[in-house]
């Protein structure tokens, strides 16, 4: 696994994003943004799930206005997005947000964008430049013909230096697509020439198991090599299951481990207990726990707490009964249908 590159490090809210802090997770509200109430609650399950920034969109003034109440129902930073219209980029600073994401070269005129960075310098709040593959600008477009990774990158870089020509580089940049391999490049390269902290995704993924796959391969690539520092999974799904999904891949890449970890064998034909049923149950058993722990679920007494012996806890299944095991070593035989609580309870023992 390589390491991180480091990069410099800009706040936001009291996250700290870059500079060898750990990969921020973070979502995006799918609520109506006028509706408060609404979005504060979805807010809310996503802090449950252990969500750490959260993106709302601003389609129109009082979307930008209701960010103010947004903001005090919050526990984690809000961040809003933004296209075309800077004046709600400054409302949603005076409404309190802890950040923009924008595209400067969208937004109009270099005078529209000087205010947006003003009032970013004065409120001491970052702001995010998305690129995005499928809105690239026409005269890219027109130069390399359709998107490639060196046109995301110029266009990042382009909009960079609108902000940085105001004296302003508390700057995070994603580069999204939804091709793997060009997002992949895209991030390569702007990685190995700038020291901007890297937001990470795969823009439109699709629905759940689809766009689960896609993200891990993407995401997990870019992870792997040390690039990221903050990541976002874009489902067409709940986005609770989007930060479910963002923690599974970052701790399937060794960059943060947060909650239990599950093993289970795929079960074939000499297994004689529910394997699926039974780790169905303790998956969802272990979502109510936050230790640190890796727990495995076997269908074979013979080799299954051989073959998990790196599992801090684990029950293996044999035809009436079954093994409780921890580290690899067998603490006790009970009879199958206590395989489910016998585990728990020697987990909960030891908490």
């Given amino acids: 696994m390589t390491e991180r590159k480091p990069k410099r490090q800009i706040m936001v809210g009291s996250v700290p994003v870059g500079g060898g802090a750990p990969v921020a997770v973070q979502s995006m ?6 509706d408060v109430v ?5 807010i809310e399950s996503l802090v449950r ?44 600073i005076k409404q309190g947000v802890s950040g923009l994401r924008i595209n400067p070269g969208n937004i109009g005129a270099e005078w529209k964008v000087r205010e947006v960075v003003a009032a970013c310098k004065d409120s001491g709040i970052p702001i995010r430049i998305g690129v995005n593959a499928g809105s690239l600008e026409k005269d890219l477009l027109k130069r390399y013909g359709h998107p490639t990774p060196e046109a995301i990158v110029e266009s990042a870089e382009k909009h ?21 391999p060009l997002t992949v490049e895209a991030y390569r390269l702007f990685n190995g020439r700038h020291d901007y902290p890297l937001h990470i ?5 699709g629905p ?8 891990s391969v993407g995401l997990g690539i870019l992870l792997y090599e040390g690039i990221g520092d903050t990541v976002r999974v874009s489902l067409t799904a709940p986005p609770e299951e989007e930060v479910d999904v963002a923690y599974e891949i970052l701790k399937a890449t060794g960059r943060r481990k947060k909650g239990p970890d599950m093993v289970s064998c795929p079960t074939c ?12 149950q303790v ?11 890796t727990v495995a679920v076997m269908g074979c007494v013979v080799n299954g707490p051989g073959e998990a012996r790196e599992a801090d806890y684990g029950i293996a299944g044999g035809k009436g009964e079954g093994l409780v095991f921890k580290k690899g070593a067998v603490v006790r035989k009970v009879n199958e249908k206590d395989l489910l609580t016998e585990l728990f309870r020697m987990i909960d023992e030891e908490d």
């Fill in 29 to 34: 509200t799918k609520t109506d943004t006028r």
């Fill in 38 to 42: 609404a979005t504060v609650a979805q």
């Fill in 49 to 92: 799930h252990g969500c750490e920034l959260v993106r709302a969109a601003v389609p129109d003034l009082d979307a930008a206005i209701a960010l103010g109440e947004i903001v005090k129902g919050s526990k984690i930073p809000v961040i809003a997005d933004i296209h075309f219209d800077w004046r709600l980029a400054l409302e949603s």
């Fill in 160 to 180: 960079i230096s609108i902000l940085e020509h105001g004296g302003f580089n508390d700057i995070k940049v994603s580069l999204k697509g939804s091709n793997i």
């Fill in 201 to 205: 995704g795969i823009s439109e993924a």
């Fill in 208 to 215: 759940s198991m689809r766009g689960t796959v896609k993200s």
């Fill in 269 to 280: 034909g000499r297994c004689n207990v529910n394997i699926i049923g039974l780790a169905g």
């Fill in 283 to 293: 998956d969802d058993r272990l979502r109510n726990y936050d230790r640190d722990i």
